[in-house]
């Protein structure tokens, strides 16, 4: 596709449920970001992908996120027995190498825990 | 420990007039500095970067000037228009390394330019 792809584009779940966030990257970019924005914040880094490196999970909030990347194309952002302060919009972004500097975003997912 | 800082959470100019959006990271090791600008619902798209040895780099009606020494960039809008208005992210990196790479954003700036 042209741009960063996420899906879905709105989610609403019940306290407790998982849920799973999907990311189809720019094609070729091996550079892949996940990061959080909540209501009034800034972007808050979760994880990061980079070609066949371990990923970089250090910004993840708990053990109930994790996240998966497939080679260098589709990841997936899951969050397990979601809470109300999980509400947010999940936003992915890739970048292309060498350099990894210019990331593209996606939409973003906004997830609402009810 | 928040090593990107936006602290100005709000700006608003008159159409036309200069918009300066400030920015200050604390980690020395960065070496590359980005602008997003977001829109309501929209994702972030990238507006203008500059890499640490360069002080300044222009791009249109924007500009973004780097003063390592005091840890500090910033980004001028000039001449400012309604269509400027936009959450404005900076972002910093160390570009090449597996493992610091990532991008570090700020807190964000909303800027609202009045007709």
């Known amino acids: 596709g042209a741009g960063v792809s996420q899906s879905p584009s709105n989610k609403v779940t019940e306290k407790g449920k998982d849920v799973e966030l999907r990311c189809d990257p720019i094609?070729?970019?091996?550079?892949l970001y996940w990061y959080r924005q909540r209501l009034g914040q800034g972007l808050e880094f979760l994880i990061y992908?980079?070609?066949?490196?371990?990923?970089?999970k250090s910004g993840l909030p708990s053990d109930r996120f994790s996240a998966e990347r497939t080679g260098e194309s589709v990841s997936t952002l899951t969050i397990q027995r979601t809470q109300q302060e999980d509400s947010a919009v999940y936003l992915c972004?890739?970048?292309?190498?060498?350099?990894?500097?210019?990331?593209?975003f996606g939409q973003g997912t906004r997830l609402t825990v009810v | 420990d928040q090593q990107v800082k936006q602290n100005s959470p709000s700006l608003s100019v008159q159409e036309g007039r200069i918009s300066i959006l400030n920015c200050d990271y604390t980690n020395s090791m960065f070496d590359y500095f980005l602008w997003y600008k977001k829109y309501p619902a929209e994702g972030p798209t990238f507006l203008i970067s500059?890499?640490?040895?360069?002080d300044k780099n222009e791009d249109g009606r924007f500009t973004v000037f780097l003063n390592k020494s005091a840890k500090h960039l910033s980004l001028h809008i000039v001449p400012s228009q309604p269509g400027d208005s936009a959450v404005y992210f900076c972002?910093?990196?160390?570009?090449?390394?597996?493992?610091?790479?990532?991008?570090?954003f700020g807190q964000g700036t909303t800027l609202q330019v009045k007709p």
């Open positions: 500059i890499s640490s040895i360069k």
């Open positions: 972002a910093a990196t160390r570009p090449g390394s597996s493992n610091t790479g990532k991008l570090i």
């Open positions: 972004a890739s970048s292309t190498p060498p350099m990894n500097t210019e990331a593209f």
């Open positions: 992908f980079q070609g066949n490196s371990a990923p970089d």
């Open positions: 094609s070729g970019h091996t550079a």
